[in-house]
């Protein structure tokens, strides 16, 4: 082997190991617990080995949100770890690691060797995916099966029924793949005509559909993410347009920093535009189809987002697959010119971020996190019943952490509405932490907390059984007899 092969075979290694160590190290930050739906999807694939897609609820109601692609993706891994739950942390980090590969293969498909590598050096140091490290959830598998698709559309060996089940995967994975569907759809149009095109959009559908069916059937709703679509029409003023700006200007560091910030996400946007310029005028069909289906997905999910109501950072990061293809072909563009100027350009773009993702793995380093409430779940444990019912505003984490049959608080009237509903739903338990991750409450979450936070004090009939200030965890024991 030449010895410049040599050099690129060991700086590529070097590289990978780097971004391995840089993904672990933060994913020690993030016990599970982190997002709060990790626990649910862990609890309902569990479940899913017992032939139920449902979780411990007084009412008895089937589950019918989240959708049920990540919990069956994760039954086995839970089937083999459980209820060593740290380990499913590799989960995650195997996905951003197959996301890595393939983001490399399609963007030196599309503009070369240099795009290639751009590319996976993006996603490797992107912060939202670093943060998000070794947290259990669809939204790294959901943006490597999306990257599987554009791959596919432009590979030698397309297939349609390959790209078909890519679609469905990501239907079932992530409500974005309502958007990835059709994207995948035109792009088999521009690759292989209309008849196969629309085979792939119903074959890709038909998963959905017969969920959403089976939702109907058994709980007479449709999943919780069709609400959040129907709100639409608030668009910029009542969608996430506002919040996510706010998180930009804190993120960024206020003022100063958020206009340094749009200064560089101009560029970014410039960049991509260049790109997907280029990517546009490529002479291979399956480059043109590539794109065809990257642009589609791209103005599919800026649609959609504009209209939820609600907004956390991982919900950055299909956007991150549709415009790293872009990125990295302007890039390529820019490395035919002037090689060491295209490399500055790219690590002067990528430096806040990489410089938030190596605070993440530092953090991970310095304060490893195995449990955010360790004396509380081994309180819980060994004082309390295995028969025991508790409220608590994480019912999801409890219930999978403890084994413990655990609720979200209800809505009542006033303090003694409240404890009688407590004592019909047979709760022997009320845990409060004012602090930490809390579950989502859909409707008028706010309230619920805090009629929650007022009335979970001791005083009869609760009574102070545990106490953690470390934790700022306390459990209050609901006395029946009084």
Same mark, same amino acid.
Not at 265 to 283: P, V
Not at 358 to 378: C, K
């Given at each position: ?181 059709? %994207?995948?759809? @035109? ?5 292989? *005509? +209309? &008849?196969? /095109?629309?085979?792939? #959009? !119903? $074959?890709?559908? =038909? ?68 790109? %997907?310029?280029? @990517? ?5 069909? *399956? +480059? &043109?189809? /590539?794109?065809?289906? #990257? !642009? $589609?997905?791209? =103005? ?87 028969? !025991? ?91 029946? !007899?009084?």
């Amino acid at each position: 082997m030449p010895a410049s092969r040599r050099f690129g075979a060991a700086f590529a290694a070097a590289g990978l190991l780097a971004a391995a160590g840089l993904h672990i190290a933060a994913a020690l930050r993030t016990p599970l617990g982190a997002a709060s739906d990790d626990a649910l999807h862990l609890l309902l694939a569990r479940n899913i080995l017992s032939g139920g897609y449902a979780v411990p609820d007084a009412a008895g109601i089937p589950a019918t949100d989240p959708l049920p692609g990540f919990p069956a993706l994760m039954a086995l891994p839970v089937r083999l770890l459980a209820p060593h739950w740290l380990w499913l942390r590799g989960a995650e980090l195997l996905a951003v690691a197959a996301l890595l590969v393939l983001a490399f293969r399609l963007s030196r498909r599309l503009s070369g060797e240099a795009a290639g590598w751009a590319a996976a050096f993006l996603v490797a140091v992107n912060p939202t995916l670093v943060g998000w490290a070794g947290v259990a959830l669809p939204d790294a598998p959901f943006c490597a099966v999306s990257v599987a698709g554009f791959l596919l559309l432009c590979s030698p060996a397309f297939s349609a029924a390959g790209l078909a089940a890519l679609g469905a995967a990501g239907a079932l994975l992530r409500p974005e793949g309502v958007a990835l569907v059709p %994207a995948l759809a @035109l792009g088999c149009y521009f690759r292989a *005509g +209309a &008849r196969r /095109a629309a085979g792939v #959009l !119903a $074959a890709s559908f =038909l998963p959905l559909g017969l969920w959403i069916l089976r939702d109907r059937l058994v709980a007479n709703e449709t999943t919780a993410y069709v609400d959040h679509w129907r709100t639409l029409s608030g668009f910029a003023s009542e969608g996430t347009l506002a919040p996510f700006a706010q998180m930009l200007v804190h993120g960024l560091g206020g003022p100063v920093g958020f206009a340094f910030g749009a200064a560089l996400g101009l560029a970014a946007l410039a960049a991509a535009a260049f790109g %997907a310029r280029a @990517l546009a005028r490529a002479k291979s069909r *399956g +480059a &043109r189809s /590539a794109f065809a289906a #990257l !642009a $589609a997905f791209l =103005l599919g999910i800026t649609l959609m987002h504009l209209g939820w109501k609600s907004w956390q950072s991982r919900y950055v990061l299909p956007f991150v697959v549709a415009l790293v293809p872009f990125f990295s072909a302007a890039f390529a563009a820019a490395y035919r010119r002037s090689g060491p100027a295209a490399v500055f350009a790219l690590a002067f773009v990528a430096a806040p971020g990489l410089r938030t993702a190596v605070g993440y793995a530092r953090d991970g380093v310095a304060a490893p996190r195995a449990s955010f409430w360790p004396h509380l779940e081994n309180w819980i444990e060994t004082q309390t019943p295995a028969d !025991a019912v508790l409220v608590t505003a994480e019912p999801h984490l409890t219930t999978l952490l403890t084994g413990r049959r655990a609720y979200f608080p209800s809505a009542a009237a006033s303090r003694d509405a409240w404890i009688a509903d407590l004592r019909a739903r047979g709760v022997d338990y009320v845990v409060v932490g004012r602090s930490g991750p809390r579950a989502y409450f859909s409707g008028d979450a706010a309230r619920l907390l805090s009629d929650f936070d007022s009335w979970a004090v001791a005083g009869p009939p609760l009574a102070l059984v545990f106490g953690d200030a470390d934790e700022g965890r306390l459990v209050l024991r609901v006395d029946h !007899a009084r």
